[in-house]
């Protein structure tokens, strides 16, 4: 299974949605906490266009929307 990058925020309901959803699947992500560090909200930006999470980096384009992530999961991974 690929393991793939998710930009997300503790605080933020929707990255918990998405990663709820990951944990019962078994998905694994390469998390990167957008509040950890600048360098990770620059990237965030410079590969999505936006400082908005959760965003699943998909074939080098930042996918956004819970609902959007959780079903192109179900679509390719679960």
Not at 20 to 34: C, G, K, M, P, R
Request: net charge negative; hydrophobic share 40%.
């Amino acid at each position: 299974m690929k393991k793939h990058i998710l930009f997300y925020k503790p605080t933020c309901p929707f990255c918990a949605k998405v990663l709820d959803f990951a944990s019962s699947n078994s998905i694994e992500f390469d998390l990167q906490d957008i509040t950890s560090a600048g360098a990770i909200a620059e990237e965030l930006i410079r590969v999505g266009g936006k400082r908005q999470v959760p965003c699943l980096l998909v074939d080098g384009m930042g996918l956004y929307e819970s609902d959007d992530i959780i079903n192109w999961l179900k679509d390719h991974d679960a």
